[in-house]
């Protein structure tokens, strides 16, 4: 099967918004695999906390790229896009289909968007900042100069509103010192056809699930998880410690502030990052959304996925 021929689904969306149980439902009834697309679930041992799905969770449906890797390990985004790559090839030379299921916006992007320049890494602080900038109503217009200083012929190629191929032009040409027209390689066609769907869900029940999966996590002994990590030698800088729920925990675990106190740190930096998601996945031209919360919605997701 050439690599053109091969679909790639993609059920994503803020966290909490029922995209687990969906994509399992979904999996199950089409024979599809679940390949999950989340920056938290790739490590091992932090279970609780990024709310991986348990095997009875999964209802014998074959789960792919979770605990990749120990959580004293560093993981880039091109890391996760030669993993996935390399096992979407497998197995659809088994005849397999798969489904992406999760909410790491920049692993769905790595995918979809392919960019050249491999070697030179994503800059996730760089990015946020510049497509914060592009929200605000002069922010395009002050990303493209910024690129026709670094880069006049890339800038001149590229429309004001392709805000995503400039910030990587930016982020490529500063990070090497050589303007993105002057590199070996750039964008490169995707190797996959895509069907992207997004949940949706009104904010205030949105933000009301995740308050309830934070208590949820906090009873199932998240304080425990971490203070498990921490005694095994994982450092509190660790890239895997500063994911929503770890981070805040260890201050609690130092005896600086209480366990609810804790929740509600979690629980306020969960409702900022499902508000981040939302921003960044309205980007996706592509994307599909689905109400997760009116009739049939089930039944219009798998309409747009199959």
């Given at each position: ?90 197995l659809a030379g088994q005849g397999r289909e798969v489904l992406f299921v999760g909410g790491t916006a920049l692993y769905l992007q790595a995918m979809m968007h392919p960019m050249g320049m491999g070697q030179v890494s994503a800059n996730p602080e760089l990015r946020e900042e510049l497509h914060r900038l592009a929200e605000t109503p002069e922010g395009k217009g002050e990303i493209h100069e ?161």
């Amino acid at each position: 099967m050439k690599s053109g021929d091969i679909i790639c689904r993609v059920l994503t969306g803020p966290t909490a918004s029922g995209k687990t149980e969906i994509g399992i439902r979904l999996a199950k009834e089409r024979g599809w695999e679940i390949l999950c697309m989340d920056s938290m679930q790739i490590y091992r041992r932090m279970n609780i906390g990024t709310a991986k799905p348990s095997p009875e969770d999964m209802q014998g449906v074959p789960h792919h790229l979770l605990d990749l890797c120990e959580p004293t390990d560093p993981y880039s985004v091109s890391d996760y896009r030669e993993a996935a790559e390399k096992l979407v090839h497998e197995l659809a030379g088994q005849g397999r289909e798969v489904l992406f299921v999760g909410g790491t916006a920049l692993y769905l992007q790595a995918m979809m968007h392919p960019m050249g320049m491999g070697q030179v890494s994503a800059n996730p602080e760089l990015r946020e900042e510049l497509h914060r900038l592009a929200e605000t109503p002069e922010g395009k217009g002050e990303i493209h100069e910024r690129l026709r200083r670094l880069d006049p012929v890339t800038a001149e190629r590229l429309p004001v509103n392709d805000v995503r191929r400039t910030i990587r032009a930016i982020e490529v040409s500063e990070a090497t010192g050589i303007p993105f027209s002057e590199q070996p390689d750039r964008e490169v066609p995707t190797d996959f056809k895509w069907k992207v769907v997004s949940t949706a869900m009104e904010r205030p029940h949105l933000y009301a699930r995740i308050n309830e999966r934070v208590t949820k996590m906090i009873r199932a002994g998240l304080k425990d998880e971490v203070a498990a990590l921490l005694a095994e030698g994982v450092q509190e800088d660790a890239q895997s410690m500063q994911g929503l729920g770890y981070k805040e925990m260890i201050p609690c675990i130092r005896g600086e502030y209480s366990v609810e106190e804790a929740a509600e740190r979690i629980r306020l930096g969960t409702r900022h990052y499902a508000k981040r998601q939302m921003t960044f996945l309205r980007r996706e031209e592509q994307m599909r959304y689905v109400d997760v919360e009116s009739p049939g919605a089930y039944e219009e997701i798998r309409k747009l996925l199959i």
